[in-house]
């Protein structure tokens, strides 16, 4: 199996990065573990309703980002969800900056986002290995697949596995923070390879990745947020 970008994870990264690959007439085929795509935009169905497990809502803080939320909202998938909440002490506060939801779960806007791509749920990657023109990339079952270039968006305790194999190594200090698991934030970095395993990520990744440093979505993690 030949592809010209192979993306490890169906996540928000994932499946943005899919799409705006896929604008330049690239092959891209993208491979997550899990049963669905959506990583930590998860839902879960209870009894008649829904319930969002993994990020409950996100701000908007780029005006790249609040492009795509205006076309969300604009096709009644997004909704304010929030300007504020109690602090516990039943006296409501409103801070005036909006909080976001998907209507039906956060887990839809995933599904909605995979349409059209190539994507294989329930694969696992487990190795990676430079070859002549890219990588070669194996799963659980033993299925090859080669690339020209390979995006990890995975945390970085799953795909240290893939990157070790390659003797890729994660900088020190994302390292240490995967071994305390506070994980967070390192795991919506994108880790591009292309050629060789030394390679820097390319002009255009670099350009991107600093203007998303101001974290253009803020997802909070916490007790799952009902939804009848």
Not at 10 to 38: H, N, Y
Not at 219 to 225: E, K, L, T
Request: glycine fraction near 10%.
């Amino acid at each position: 199996m030949n592809t010209d970008v192979l993306i490890v994870g169906a996540g928000l990264t994932g499946l943005m990065a899919a799409r705006e690959v896929s604008k330049t007439g690239k092959r891209v085929l993208i491979f997550d573990k899990g049963k669905s795509v959506g990583g930590r935009m998860a839902t879960r169905r209870i009894g008649s309703g829904t319930a969002d497990h993994g990020a409950q809502f996100f701000t908007v803080r780029a005006p790249q980002f609040r492009t795509l939320l205006n076309e969300w909202l604009k096709a009644g998938l997004a909704f304010e969800w929030s300007r504020g909440w109690s602090d516990g002490s039943l006296v409501s506060t409103r801070d005036g900056h909006p909080r976001y939801a998907i209507n039906g779960g956060m887990n839809a806007l995933m599904k909605h986002l995979a349409v059209g791509l190539d994507v294989r749920v329930n694969v696992r990657a487990t190795s990676m290995h430079a070859i002549e023109g890219g990588w070669e990339i194996r799963d659980e079952a033993g299925v090859k697949v080669s690339a020209k270039a390979v995006l990890l968006t995975a945390p970085v305790p799953q795909s240290s596995p893939s990157s070790t194999a390659a003797r890729w190594r994660l900088p020190p200090r994302t390292g240490k923070r995967s071994t305390r698991s506070t994980i967070y934030r390192a795991s919506r970095r994108w880790r591009a390879s292309k050629g060789a395993s030394t390679c820097p990520l390319p002009a255009r990744f670099n350009a991107y990745t600093r203007r998303s440093s101001g974290s253009p979505t803020t997802a909070r993690r916490g007790s799952a947020r009902p939804r009848s």
